[in-house]
């Protein structure tokens, strides 16, 4: 099994930032795509922003594009979430996901492994 872990999330103001981590264990994530999701009590899984691993394409949610950027550390087996700009609508869980696909899909159910999701609350 492939174990995503997930570090970063938090308590933060509107306007301040915040950086998530995910790490894989088990393989690395070449040959994956990785993305971020993010859901709100009672609300869908919401595709976020991914990357794929080889070429380090990205797609970004409309809701995010020019706040929050992702990245990713090949060294380190780990991509992060750079959320900047937060408003209280991005309060959230935020979920680590790969897929082998090996390319950018929004849909959650195309990602085969999931981390454990890290609470972001942004306060007004």
């Known amino acids: 099994q492939v174990q995503l872990v997930e570090s970063g999330g938090g308590l933060v103001q509107a306007g301040g930032s915040l950086r998530l981590s995910c790490t894989a264990s088990?393989?690395?994530?070449?040959?994956?795509?990785v993305g971020w999701f993010r859901q709100a009590p009672g609300k869908e899984r919401q595709f976020v922003a991914g990357?794929?691993?080889?070429?380090?394409?990205?797609d970004y949610a409309d809701s995010v594009k020019g706040r929050f950027t992702i990245s990713r550390d090949i060294a380190m087996n780990t991509v992060y979430l750079r959320l900047n700009s937060l408003k209280p609508e991005d309060t959230a869980v935020y979920y680590c996901?790969?897929?082998?696909?090996?390319?950018?899909?929004?849909?959650?159910?195309?990602?085969?492994?999931w981390g454990q999701g890290t609470q972001v609350t942004v306060s007004s």
């Open positions: 996901a790969a897929t082998t696909r090996g390319t950018l899909v929004t849909g959650w159910s195309e990602y085969h492994y």
């Open positions: 088990g393989r690395t994530f070449s040959g994956y795509s």
């Open positions: 990357i794929r691993w080889m070429f380090g394409n990205t």
